[in-house]
């Protein structure tokens, strides 16, 4: 069964790099037929798509952020992981990884990681 | 940008009762909707994906309909476990994937 888990520092300063991995168990991230997400949810608020990753395939990332991140795939230890730079508080949330599934040109995500909480101060 | 707007945004019920939730997309997607349940502390979990199919393991009283822009996530009898916030996530195209805001069901 597909387990992911997120892992990176709780804490980030203003203006510095946001870098969260997350750990893939139970599925490979070579997988082709497979995408590889992060999504984040502000305090008490709704959910925003950052950006997908595949592996042999291009990147998209969400146009709010786009300038600002980037999504690595390391097939050396089936992680995935995010960089965002520049952070504000806005960057504040709880940021999630997730496996996705295709449908027409877009994905759904069918497996969440548990989530961590990333605190901009 | 494809908006997604779910009503209400927040539902109460009782045990029992055919809960209806509502999310409507800004241009047309056609089947192309998931939805998700986020019980507080948690992870959201999907529920339905291409408009009307259930995933794997959740209870056949989730149900999903519609297509182009109006779509409905039903439960058909309402138990305490289902008190959660559902999202509604559009994958019509992969340049901007967006979610409804969400609705909350009290039981």
């Known amino acids: 069964q597909l387990q992911l888990q997120e892992s990176g520092p709780g804490l980030v300063e203003p203006s510095e790099t946001l870098s969260l991995t997350c750990t893939v168990s139970g599925g490979s991230v070579t997988t082709k037929s497979y995408f590889w997400v992060w999504i984040r949810q502000s305090p008490g608020k709704g959910l925003e798509w950052i950006g997908t990753?595949?592996?042999?395939?291009?990147?998209n990332y969400n146009p709010s952020v786009k300038d600002r991140v980037t999504i690595f795939i390391d097939t050396s230890k089936n992680q995935f992981s995010l960089s965002l730079r520049f952070v504000t508080v806005a960057d504040t949330a709880m940021y999630y990884c997730?496996?996705?599934?295709?449908?027409?040109?877009?994905?759904?995500?069918?497996?969440w990681g548990q989530g961590t909480l990333v605190t901009v101060s | 940008d494809i908006q997604m707007t779910q009503s209400p945004s927040t539902l109460s019920a009782s045990v029992g009762d055919r809960v209806t939730i509502t999310c409507r997309a800004s241009?047309?997607?056609?089947?192309?909707l998931a939805w998700y349940q986020q019980i507080p502390g948690k992870a959201p979990k999907l529920l339905i994906y291409?408009?009307?199919t259930l995933e794997s393991g959740v209870p056949p009283r989730f149900s999903g309909s519609g297509s182009g822009t109006e779509f409905t996530l039903t439960i058909s009898s309402l138990r305490p476990l289902d008190a959660a916030v559902y999202f509604c996530q559009q994958y019509n195209t992969n340049s901007l994937l967006t979610f409804g805001g969400g609705t909350k069901v009290e039981i």
């Open positions: 990753a595949s592996y042999g395939k291009s990147n």
């Open positions: 291409q408009a009307s």
């Open positions: 997730a496996r996705g599934n295709s449908g027409a040109s877009g994905v759904f995500f069918n497996s």
């Open positions: 241009q047309s997607i056609s089947k192309w």
